[in-house]
Nanobody
Framework: QVQLVESGGGLVQPGGSLRLSCAASGSIFSIDPMGWHRQAPGKQRELVAAITRGHSTSYADSVKGRFTISRDNAKNTVYLQMNSLKPEDTAVYFC?????????????WGQGTQVTVSS
């Protein structure tokens, strides 16, 4: 089992920044990609960004150039730096970790952290 604990959500004005953190514990040797998903009210959950142990990254088109995912393997922690936030970034953000070659949906999930972008 793998446990994921997120932190760093909150309320921010448009154009502002937030940094999310996700600490992994347990059988972390079994996981490789880690990522952040988000789900806004009435919308499907979407993968925002992902990163491998080797620090290869991928991003949804909607966040490219604004969000940066990073990973500290020694601390078993993944981060999501969110800049130039827009109201449409408002959602619950979930940390996700999965086995290489498997689907993110079949992996482990954090409890979610709310991000609200509003003036």
């Amino acid at each position: 089992q793998v446990q994921l604990v997120e932190s760093g959500g909150g309320l921010v004005q448009p154009g502002g920044s937030l940094r999310l953190s996700c600490a992994a514990s347990g059988s972390i040797f079994s996981i490789d990609p880690m990522g952040w998903h988000r789900q806004a009210p009435g919308k499907q959950r979407e993968l925002v960004a992902a990163i491998t142990r080797g620090h290869s990254t991928s991003y949804a088109d909607s966040v490219k150039g604004r969000f940066t995912i990073s990973r500290d393997n020694a601390k078993n922690t993944v981060y999501l730096q969110m800049n130039s936030l827009k109201p449409e970034d408002t959602a619950v953000y979930f940390c996700n970790a999965w086995r290489s070659g498997s689907s993110p949906s079949a992996g482990y999930w954090g409890q979610g952290t709310q991000v609200t972008v509003s003036s």
